[in-house]
Every structure is written in structure tokens, then in C-alpha cells.
């Protein structure tokens, strides 16, 4: 799930995402929690050993995550009050494996277990992605001057992972389009692919792309979205076009070369 955020590169303001999750919250029907604002008070060095007895099997022993989400995430702490904390322990996370211990734990050891957690914030190092340079119109065209690829299509629409990347290998000419959010291109992608989510202005970028390239375009789930955007351009004359079949996760899981997104240390103290 990429981030949606205009600051990282998606098509939403912070307002309009607060209304779109408003929206959704009504339409599901469940009441909507009133928590407190409030910093939960609770014995920390109590709460670090409660955790590593009940939670870390699962969320790690720094909070790093194993099965289960990483509690010491700058971002998650950043974004969960105490009082979600202290629910979703107290209370357990529907859906998940996550376990409700409102029986099994006092109400103030709950709240060690919150103030705990809460520390982690302004103990750790955190890391932070630096934002990378989306490729620029005349750099879209990966491997000018190598040979077209001759990439089988099932169904006249699929190209598969291992042809893809054998082109890529070969560097072959062709454009790669990644058709997810831009904060997920930023994240990790296929090298020499660009940005061009599926909700981009198609009129107003049709004149960057050639037509007589190769495009293939992907997404992660494995292809509703880069489906839409090939018909897209099929649409407006772009016939040499594909989908990759497996989709960006299976591309990676299947061993096929990606590029990662660059991180940074940051100290949390400078920063809170």
C-alpha cells in the first residue's frame, strides 16, 4: 500500500484523505472510536518487561516486527496515539492474530505496556527514505540504442517476468511504466521504470511516449491497474504495449533484480 499523501507524490491532500476516511468509516457501518488525546502514564521499565514476555514473539524484541507489525516504527508511533495503543491491546485487532488482553492483563499493566511503547519514540534511531529523481521525458526510453525485444504475449496482453528480465539483461529498447503510487516507485521498483500512476492525466503525457517503443507497463496487485493503464494507451494508438503477468511483487519474489529505495539514519531527539 503506497502513500497517497501530495507531500510523497500521491494525488491526495491531507484533507481529502481525512474525508475519504471519514467516508469509509461511515459506510462500514461500525461505530466510530472517541479516544482520548492524552499520553497514557504507566511504569515504563515494568512495561519493557511485560512486553518481551507477551509481545515481542511477535512484534520483535526492539519492536522490529516478526509476524506481526513493527510497533517500533517512527511512523506507526508517530501516528498512533497512546490511547489506539492501549484499545489495541486492550481490545486485540479484528481480523488479525492479535490477541485481546483485557482479560489476561491488568488495566495498569496495559498502560506499561502503552508507556512503553511510547518511549520507543524518543529512544531509537530511525530511518527515512530519501526521495529519489523521477526519470524526466527524454529518459524514459530505457536502452535507446539497443534492439527491440521480441517479448511473447499470452493473450495478446501478458509479457512474463523471465522474458522481461532477459530483455532488460540484454539491454533491449523499451519504456517500463510503474503504475502504482509514486511513493511506492520511490520505495522500490524495476530499474529504468518511471512513475505514471493510473490516475495520471493519460492526455497530457501521451506526447512524452513513443510509439514505435515497447511499453510495459506493471503494478503489484498483480495487474488491475496496469491493465487499465495499457487499455489506456491502446486507446490512443499505443499498440506495442504489454502488462507484466506477475506483477512487481512476483517479479521480486521470483528473484528478478529491483531497485530499492535509498535510506538515511535520522536521530528521533533532533526531530520530536
Known sequence: MGGYLNDIGGPMTDEEIHVLASWLSDQSGVKRLRLSPYPV???????ASLYQLECAPCHGTKGEGIVAPALGNPSALEHNSDAFIR???????????????????????????????????????????????????????INPNGASPELP???????????????????????????????????SHIEGSFPLPYYSDFDSVISTLPKDVMIVAYCS???????????????????TTAVLYEGFLGYMAQGFPVVRGKVEARDNKTNN
Open 41 to 47: 502514564k504507566g511504569d515504563i521499565v515494568h512495561g
Open 87 to 141: 484499545h489495541a491491546i486492550r481490545n486485540g485487532r479484528q481480523g488479525t492474530a492479535m490477541p485481546a488482553y483485557r482479560n489476561k492483563l491488568a488495566p495498569a499493566d496495559i498502560d506499561s505496556i502503552t508507556a512503553y511503547l511510547r518511549s520507543l519514540a524518543a529512544e531509537g534511531v530511525g530511518t527515512s527514505s530519501v526521495t529519489q529523481v523521477v526519470p524526466a521525458p527524454d529518459q524514459f526510453v
Open 153 to 187: 504475449l499470452k493473450d495478446g496482453l501478458h509479457v512474463m517476468g523471465a522474458d522481461l528480465a532477459r530483455a532488460l539483461k540484454a539491454k533491449q529498447k523499451m519504456v517500463v511504466i510503474d503504475t502504482r503510487v509514486t511513493s511506492a516507485w520511490q520505495t
Open 221 to 239: 496487485c498483480p495487474r488491475a491497474t496496469a491493465e487499465e493503464v495499457v487499455n489506456k494507451l491502446r486507446q490512443r494508438g499505443f499498440s
